[in-house]
Nanobody, 114 residues
């Protein structure tokens, strides 16, 4: 089983980044997919979640209207489009797959700084 995140990096406030998480080794289309993040000294928090068909999404209040989660079950990939980034969005972003069990990716660093 693998979840491999990509797309992180350094961006200025107000900028955009697009994260991807490529899944393998399990039946992707049966799993609820989520993005979490963890900033230094803070607990890991849920950022966004998408159901198995992609028709229902949930977002943390702090990112509503700025972030968009999506998935492509034909490519076994989940995405997180992040716009209007703020310094407080700086964190390691993790991909999560959950059904009766769950899997985590290794994380990708997002830094928002001028």
């Amino acid at each position: 089983v693998q979840l491999v995140e990509s797309g992180g990096g350094l961006v200025q406030p107000g900028g955009s980044l697009s994260l991807s998480c490529a899944a393998s080794g399990f039946t992707f289309s049966r799993y609820i997919m989520s993005w979490y993040r963890q900033a230094p000294g803070k607990e890991r928090e849920l950022v966004a979640r998408i159901n198995i068909a992609g028709g229902s999404t949930n977002y943390a209040d702090s990112v509503k209207g700025r972030f968009t989660i999506s998935r492509d079950n034909t490519k076994n990939t989940v995405y997180l489009q992040m716009n209007s980034l703020k310094p407080e969005d700086t964190a390691v972003y993790y991909c999560n797959a959950r059904m009766w069990n769950q899997y985590w990716g290794q994380g990708t660093q997002v830094t928002v700084s001028s």
